[in-house]
């Protein structure tokens, strides 16, 4: 399988600042690729190099198979909704995505239907003929979606779609954005820095920190490696839990079905079970919680930082 974005020792300088520094990755066609980072990471300004808005100061990328020498041909086959997209309130919704169909070779009644298509397929169907003006942020960031998708792109590159947006409409933002890849099988590169979101729709994971990759892998692979577990769930006989939580004096427990949940907070995973085992608690069980994405990313960006 050949991959829709390919980057390599990508860096980029704006004086004295490194912006990224050597930054390498892939995806592929059908996956939701999250990049998270703290601000001032680098984020924007990748999706900017890959996007062509900016030419990287050393390295080498190519997106939709295309290397990035040919910028025009790049842009005919990608979609992007900037963080902070401007829209003309004069215009209705169908208005704006007709004019951009046209843009891309559309005219007539193949510019009606696209804009009609896709306002449907993100739940504007029945704001076609309504001015921008009246619409929300929400309908705003899903129009702009819309105007991303217009050109039929195989890849589609999201700067904080969701942010500002009530619950309502993040849920709504997440449900088209699996719809590209899953159905358009589209590449779509999600900029967020919500780590539930990526939890939820990527297929895989990229951090960026001070310009750097610091983790790069599915959402699992990334929190194993990088984050120790934050519980252990410790079960044994009934007539032990007195001696159990003596043995445990100084951690966070919980009780649990035949046990207790221990809070390890980064600590020794196997101190919990020595305690237990040297004061003749019978163990019958012992399973490490799973590592979260939270704590991967709190630990490769040192807090965040």
């Known amino acids: 399988m050949s991959s829709t974005i390919l980057a390599r020792g990508i860096a980029k300088r704006y004086g004295d600042l490194l912006a990224l520094d050597g930054v390498s990755f892939s995806a592929e066609a059908g996956e939701v690729l999250g990049v998270l980072g703290p601000n001032g990471a680098g984020k924007t300004t990748a999706i ?23 910028p025009e041909e790049i842009r005919r086959r990608i979609g ?44 504007l169907g029945d704001r076609e003929d309504h001015l921008i003006a009246s619409y929300s942020r929400g309908m705003r960031q899903r129009l702009g979606i819309a105007r991303a998708l217009v050109n039929d792109p195989r890849v589609v590159f999201l700067d904080e779609p969701t942010l500002g947006l009530d619950p309502a409409g993040q849920r709504q933002m997440l449900a088209i954005i699996s719809r590209i890849a899953g159905e358009l099988d589209a590449t779509v590169l999600l900029c967020t820095h919500l780590l539930d979101e990526v939890e939820q729709i990527c297929t895989r994971v990229l951090i960026l920190h001070r310009g ?21 769930t410790i079960r044994f006989a009934d007539d032990d839990l007195a001696a159990a939580r003596t043995a445990l004096s100084g951690f966070e427990v919980t009780p649990a079905a035949g046990g207790l949940t221990v809070a390890l907070d980064g600590g020794d995973s196997n101190e919990a079970l020595r ?16 590592a979260r994405l939270s704590d991967a990313f709190l630990a490769v960006t040192a807090g965040g930082r």
Do not use: M
């Not at 900017?48 to 040919?70: K, M, N, Q, Y």
């Not at 169908?94 to 193949?110: K, P, Q, T, V």
């Not at 610091?214 to 984050?227: F, L, N, Q, W």
């Not at 305690?275 to 490490?288: F, I």
């Open 48 to 70: 900017r190099v890959l996007t062509t808005i900016l030419e990287p100061t050393t390295g080498t990328f190519s997106v939709a198979g295309v290397p990035h020498g040919r």
């Open 275 to 290: 305690r237990l085992l040297d004061a003749g608690v019978s163990v019958r069980a012992y399973e490490l919680g799973a």
């Open 212 to 232: 750097r990759v610091v983790a790069h892998g599915t959402v699992a692979e990334v929190a194993a490696r990088a984050a120790a577990p934050r519980t252990a």
């Open 80 to 123: 992007v909704l900037p963080e902070s997209a401007g829209y003309p309130e004069r215009q209705t919704g169908g208005e704006f995505l007709r004019y951009h169909a046209r843009l891309y070779g559309r005219s007539g009644r193949g510019a009606r239907d696209t804009a009609a298509t896709l306002l449907a397929e993100v739940g």
